[in-house]
């Protein structure tokens, strides 16, 4: 099935740098979401997008849905420790009602 | 989270035997949805319900198959379970078709 490309797939970082991730599709989306997932545990929703180039924050973490409607970017400000775990995108088009889920980004924060 | 839960957390079972999850919800949603999440496959959509005995077909359906009898509870069956169904599966809940879907803490499911 369809996937999005999400980038990068895994990054280590030191506490208190900022982070940027991002995803990209062939196809237009009408509607970017962005989770977090940590062991063991489900994905947890993060920050939803609904307008092409709109721009949302939540706490240190900010997200866009990029202009052309094939991407979207978040980014994470003076990280911590508790940042660390899986961030995944995902995107639906105009007229479905299913998400397509990026792979992932692995994120590690060293203290 | 308190909203949806799923049983098992965990589960062994051998080749051919039949398995059933179970998703249950208690935040009044139309819709769920159930993933199973793979190593470099990210989360895939296996079925989803639209309401009470309304349901359909993901992308990874093939040899799955769910039932809905009531809104709060979402069932995954494995009729004859194969190695290749070893994965985390998730149930997730929705209000609408684009809103955010919030998801279970997962199925560990081992095939042997």
């Known amino acids: 099935g369809q996937q999005l490309n999400q980038s990068p797939q895994s990054m280590f970082i030191q506490e208190g740098e900022d982070v940027s991730m991002n995803c990209t599709s062939s196809?237009?989306?009408?509607?970017w979401l962005w989770y977090k997932q940590e062991p063991g545990e489900g994905p947890v929703l993060l920050i939803a997008l609904y307008k092409a180039g709109e721009l949302t924050s939540n706490g240190r973490l900010t997200a866009q849905f990029g202009i052309t409607r094939k991407d979207s970017f978040l980014n994470i400000s003076a990280s911590i420790p508790s940042d660390v775990g899986i961030y995944f995108c995902?995107?639906?088009?105009?007229?479905?009602?299913?998400?397509?889920f990026g792979t992932g980004t692995r994120l590690k924060v060293l203290a | 989270d308190a909203g949806i839960t799923q049983s098992p957390r965990h589960k062994v079972t051998e080749t051919g035997t039949p398995v059933t999850l179970r998703c249950h919800q208690t935040?009044?949603?139309?819709?769920m949805y159930w993933y199973r999440q793979d190593p470099g496959h990210g989360l895939r959509l296996i079925h989803y319900s639209y309401g009470v005995k309304d349901t359909d077909k993901g992308e990874v359906s093939d040899g799955y198959s769910v039932s809905r009898s009531k809104t709060e509870d979402f069932l995954l069956t494995l009729e004859s379970a194969t190695s290749s169904q070893t994965s985390v599966y998730f149930c997730a809940i929705s209000e609408s078709l684009s809103g955010g879907y919030t998801f279970g803490s997962g199925t560990r499911l081992t095939v042997v």
């Open positions: 935040e009044n949603h139309r819709y």
């Open positions: 995902a995107g639906q088009t105009s007229g479905t009602y299913k998400y397509i």
């Open positions: 196809s237009i989306f009408n509607t």
